[in-house]
């Protein structure tokens, strides 16, 4: 089951936020660089239990 992207799943909890205040979050969590390599970026789908994506 998708549930979102992880643009989407940032944004989550700031529905206002804007794109940078998205990207910025993940910068101070030390995600962007990650998220930048997936082949989808921000865009890639996540499924319900966030397995589909590793940073191992």
């Known amino acids: ?6 643009f989407a799943n940032i944004k989550y909890g ?5 794109d940078e205040e ?3 979050a993940a910068r ?3 995600a962007d660089s990650f998220i930048r ?4 970026g921000y865009e890639t789908l ?3 239990e966030g397995t ?5």
């Not at 390599?37 to 989808?40: A, T």
């Not at 589909?52 to 191992?56: L, P, T, V, W, Y």
């Open 28 to 30: 101070l969590a030390r």
């Open 22 to 24: 998205v990207y910025q």
């Open 37 to 40: 390599q997936l082949p989808d």
């Open 1 to 6: 089951m998708i549930c979102g992207t992880i």
């Open 52 to 56: 589909n994506i590793s940073q191992g």
């Open 46 to 48: 996540l499924n319900e």
């Open 14 to 18: 700031r529905e206002y936020a804007s």
